[in-house]
Nanobody
């Protein structure tokens, strides 16, 4: 059974930093590109960062230069280091494969950035 468990969210002031973690079951982690998605209130869920098994990365323009995605294949974990956070980064953050699989969504982790 596939399971993705996100953690690390919280309340932070603008300009601050947070690191999110996603623990994934090995069956998907070992073969897939992993990504971090976010959904802000009233908006559609969007892909903000992705990383292949080999370590190639890509970012949405809104987070480029501020967020860094990484993965530890031995621990089946993917991370999202978020720096210089802005109020518009406030959202629930999820990890999933890329492209996403509907039945893989976890509960996500809430990030709130105060101004």
């Amino acid at each position: 059974q596939v399971q993705l468990v996100e953690s690390g969210g919280g309340l932070v002031q603008a300009g601050g930093s947070l690191t999110l973690s996603c623990a994934a079951s090995g069956s998907i982690f070992s073969i897939n590109t992993m990504g971090w998605y976010r959904q802000a209130p009233g908006k559609q869920r969007e892909l903000v960062a992705r990383i292949t098994r080999g370590g190639s990365v890509g970012y949405a323009d809104a987070v480029k230069g501020r967020f860094t995605i990484s993965r530890d294949n031995a621990k089946n974990t993917v991370y999202l280091q978020m720096n210089s956070l802005k109020p518009e980064d406030t959202a629930r953050y999820y990890c999933n494969v890329v492209p996403f699989a509907v039945n893989y969504w976890g509960k996500g982790t809430l990030v709130t950035v105060s101004s």
